[in-house]
């Protein structure tokens, strides 16, 4: 397995919940990590990413809620998600690349949040 999710749960609206992405990727400082998500019925969606620079990108809808970032010396990216809101209940992926499409999938870990 070379990327592993975890840190799901749940939790109630307004709280927060951190998400890890342990990579067993030779040379992980060179990957773009990223987190999507995929709510029940819906297509599967990007949330975040992170660049080697440590540059990030954020999808609207968590803007200003979610915090990507990574530790190169653990192999490891985090989501790090607050003021979390019903509609963020979904099965979050974290995902890797060093090219320009996603090549490496985690298995998935199920955040629910209730109102």
């Known amino acids: 397995v070379q990327l592993q999710a975890s840190g799901g749960g749940w939790v109630q609206a307004g709280g927060s919940l951190r998400l890890s992405c342990a990579a067993s990727l030779r040379t992980f400082s060179s990957y773009v990590m990223g987190w999507f998500r995929q709510a029940p019925g819906k297509e599967r969606e990007f949330v975040a990413h992170?660049?080697?620079?440590?540059?990030?990108y954020y999808a609207d809808s968590v803007k200003g809620r979610f915090t990507i970032s990574r530790d190169n010396v653990k192999n490891t990216a985090y989501l790090q998600m607050n003021s979390l809101k019903p509609e963020d209940t979904a099965v979050y992926y974290c995902?890797?690349?060093?090219?320009?499409?996603?090549?490496?999938w985690g298995q998935g870990t199920l955040v629910t949040v209730s109102s």
């Open positions: 992170i660049g080697v620079s440590g540059r990030t």
């Open positions: 995902a890797a690349t060093i090219t320009t499409t996603w090549t490496h």
